[in-house]
T-cell receptor, first 112, second 115 residues
Framework: GEDVEQSLFLSVREGDSSVINCTYT??????LYWYKQEPGAGLQLLTY?????DMKQDQRLTVLLNKKDKHLSLRIADTQTGDSAIYFC????????????FGKGTTLSVSS | DAGVTQSPTHLIKTRGQQVTLRCSPK?????VSWYQQALGQGPQFIFQ???????QRGNFPDRFSGHQFPNYSSELNVNALLLGDSALYLC??????????????FGPGTRLLVL
């Protein structure tokens, strides 16, 4: 079945850039997403990219998509302590409806 | 503009009981999806409702059922609760009829503990 994989943990210092990586198996994925989850909270949509794009930039966030390798990355510039959270990569699996397939999440820890 | 709301926020049940969770979609949205997030895992798709019908279903047993009302709000019912049903249940809404169909917005979730 469809699968999305992420590294589980990333630690950076405040002010550095963070890069969170994700690979997916469904070559027919039309959209790929990054969600953020803070402790005890729901999911906040950060950004998403259509599969015919290679890059998308939104303020401090840059998403890169390599369709050949089915690899997606999220770069956070000037990482702040408030960016500490779990980041989920998700792929849109469009069959009859529109189900999202999530990775297990990457915990980002930002130290000052 | 209210986002996705869910109730209750927390719930404690015992094995064998039944539970109903509720979700109101974001204003203007007509599609509701439910996800289960076990501790330390990513969310897993349970099912999706559109036009009051189940449109797509993930790999969950029939103990999990749902309903969508004419005002687009939705319920998730779980029968014969098992300890393994303890999780955060997330509702997401989207719009099948607007140009925003590909974007799902999540509520804060209902945390269910089964003892």
């Amino acid at each position: 079945g469809e699968d999305v994989e992420q590294s589980l943990f990333l630690s950076v210092r405040e002010g550095d850039s963070s890069v969170i990586n994700c690979t997916y198996t469904d070559s027919s994925s039309t959209y790929l997403y990054w969600y953020k989850q803070e402790p005890g909270a729901g999911l906040q949509l950060l950004t998403y990219i259509f599969s015919n794009m290679d890059m998308k930039q939104d303020q401090r966030l840059t998403v890169l998509l390599n369709k050949k390798d089915k690899h997606l990355s999220l770069r956070i510039a000037d990482t702040q302590t408030g960016d500490s959270a779990i980041y989920f990569c998700a792929s849109l699996y469009k069959q009859a409806g529109t189900a999202l397939i999530f990775g297990k999440g990457t915990t980002l820890s930002v130290s000052s | 503009d209210a986002g996705v709301t869910q109730s209750p926020t927390h719930l404690i049940k015992t094995r064998g009981q039944q539970v109903t969770l509720r979700c109101s979609p974001k204003s203007g949205h007509d599609t509701v999806s439910w996800y289960q997030q076990a501790l330390g895992q990513g969310p897993q798709f349970i099912f999706q409702y559109y036009e009051e019908e189940e449109r797509q279903r993930g790999n969950f047993p029939d103990r999990f059922s749902g309903h969508q009302f004419p005002n687009y709000s939705s319920e998730l019912n779980v029968n014969a609760l098992l300890l393994g049903d303890s999780a955060l249940y997330l509702c997401a809404s989207s719009s099948a009829t607007s140009g925003d169909w590909e974007t799902q917005y999540f509520g804060p979730g209902t945390r269910l503990l089964v003892l």
